[in-house]
C-alpha cells in the first residue's frame, strides 16, 4: 500500500517556474519507479516524467526536455519536478505515480495521487 500526494501547483505567467512535490507514505519509496503524468482539459493523459528507482536514469517527453527536471530524495520519501520557462501549454492537472519500473505508459503504474492543478497565464 502506498499513499502519494501532490503539492506545489497553482497560477503563473508565462516564462515562470514551478516546483511540485509528490510525498510517499505507507511502503517504501526507493524502491519503486517515480513517474509525472499531466492532463489537460479535453485532452488524455500524456507522459511528461519519469525517474528510476535507483535514480540512475531518468525519461522526459519531448514536449518538457529542457524545461522540466525531475528529481528525487529517497530520505524525504519526496518526489520532485522542477519545471522551468513554463507555457500555457503546460496547463494541466500533474499526477504523481509510482510502479514498479520507469516506463511511459501509464498503466504500468499501480499508485497514484490526486493530481495538483497547473495553470500558465499568457
Known amino acids: 500500500q502506498v499513499q502519494l500526494v501532490e503539492s506545489g501547483g497553482g497560477l503563473v505567467q508565462a516564462g515562470g517556474s514551478l516546483r511540485l512535490s509528490c510525498a510517499a507514505s505507507?511502503?517504501?519509496?526507493?524502491?519503486?519507479?517515480m513517474a509525472w503524468f499531466r492532463q489537460a482539459p479535453g485532452k488524455e493523459r500524456e507522459f511528461a516524467a519519469a525517474?528510476?528507482?535507483?535514480?540512475?536514469?531518468?525519461n522526459y517527453a519531448d514536449s518538457v526536455k529542457g524545461r522540466f527536471t525531475i528529481s528525487r530524495d529517497n530520505a524525504k520519501n519526496t518526489m520532485y519536478l522542477q519545471m522551468n520557462s513554463l507555457k500555457p501549454e503546460d496547463t494541466a492537472v500533474y499526477y504523481c505515480?509510482?510502479?514498479?519500473?520507469?516506463?511511459?505508459?501509464?498503466?504500468?503504474?499501480?499508485?497514484w495521487g490526486q493530481g495538483t492543478r497547473v495553470t500558465v497565464s499568457s
Open positions: 505515480a509510482a510502479g514498479g519500473f520507469i516506463s511511459t505508459m501509464s498503466t504500468q503504474y499501480a499508485y
Open positions: 505507507g511502503r517504501t519509496f526507493s524502491s519503486r519507479a
Open positions: 525517474i528510476s528507482r535507483s535514480d540512475s536514469s531518468t
